[in-house]
């Protein structure tokens, strides 16, 4: 993606937090018949890869070839941004309409995983993750549905990992603006209830 | 992507808004040293085509061909699904998480402008459809800058087009649920802020 200096996500805690925040990643790959690109939930697995599953009747696991390069992008908060907001605007006039948003590329190879206690691994890590935010305490566990449905479950799915060899993060927040139009756009933000881009602006 | 006939969303009307509700798109394109990636606000031409524009400096109208196949990808709402909220787990237990998400896939050869009349005509339009849905009455327009401020601005920018060769949209929203869990479903959304992904419902 392009990557102007001063938009370049170097935080490594803010990388970690955009692909814990938003799991719901796009992986692209290239497939015989043009680019194949699907909607996923990842989680990162260690330091090094990403793991996910797909439904078994889900082509994707068929078209890329084990061992394909993939592209799994995260996106983080966006907003359009109006030159009106501005406080410098007033003054100089010279604003033009933008857009922010945070996003996350990270590339690696896919290696797809059919043996049932790799995939019940995949499945309880992404559920633990999920239930314990959204739900505390009373998080649902795979326990909690009967043995032999949850077997048929994880027989209709493929896992995967994706071993990284890239990350390249993006924050476009303003950051070639001055301190008081990037204040002025943090008051819009959460004017409009969505969340801040840089939260210490 | 992988489209189930369930989740295969065929409403034109439902297309189009989610496109127009979330421009901000992922335009995806094979380069000859893989998949190049970049977010993009890009809005409807006439019916068959999307328009949007890049920075000069973006290498992505150097790095795909004039008439390239690009995937552009809009994404609409999306939320994480909690077994628990489903009043048939209570009865049966047979339920597992999953993500409801809506997508539209827009497939389609790239052409780029670099004539200024043509940039302005596209930075016009969408700089029209953001004020007017952001600022209406009070909407910014491109005149309110200073003229060689903003020739300044369109030097800089490249200008392209998307010839729609394909749409594929996806709504998966638990159309293979019962209508009291997907009910409950709304509830859910509703208290979460975030929208429903079938209004009707």
């Given at each position: 993606m392009y990557l102007p200096t001063h938009f370049q996500e170097t935080s490594a805690a803010r990388i970690s937090a955009l692909v814990a925040d938003h799991p719901l990643a796009v992986i692209v790959g290239q497939g015989a018949?043009?680019?194949v690109a699907n909607h996923i939930p990842l989680m990162m697995d260690r330091d090094d890869r990403l793991i996910g599953?797909?439904?078994?009747?889900?082509?994707?696991?068929?078209?890329?070839?084990?061992?394909?390069?993939?592209?799994?992008?995260?996106q983080g908060p966006e907003a359009y941004i109006s030159p009106n907001w501005y406080p410098s605007k007033a003054d100089t006039h010279k604003a033009v309409p933008t857009w922010n948003y945070a996003v996350v590329h990270v590339r690696g190879t896919i290696?797809?995983?059919?043996?049932?206690?790799?995939k019940r691994r995949i499945v309880s890590r992404l559920t633990k993750m999920m239930e314990t935010r959204t739900n505390g305490a009373d998080a649902w566990r795979m326990g909690d549905a009967p043995a032999d449905y949850l077997a048929g479950m994880i027989d209709n799915i493929v896992g995967f990992d994706i071993a990284i060899s890239q990350i390249t993060a993006k924050t476009k927040a303003g950051q070639n603006k001055s301190d008081a139009d990037r204040a002025a756009l943090a008051v819009r933000m959460d004017g409009q209830g969505k969340q801040r881009l840089i939260p210490e602006v």
């Open positions: 018949d043009g680019i599953h797909v439904a078994l009747n889900n082509d994707m696991h068929r078209i890329l070839a084990e061992g394909a390069e993939v592209l799994a992008i995260f290696g797809f995983l059919h043996d049932a206690a790799d």
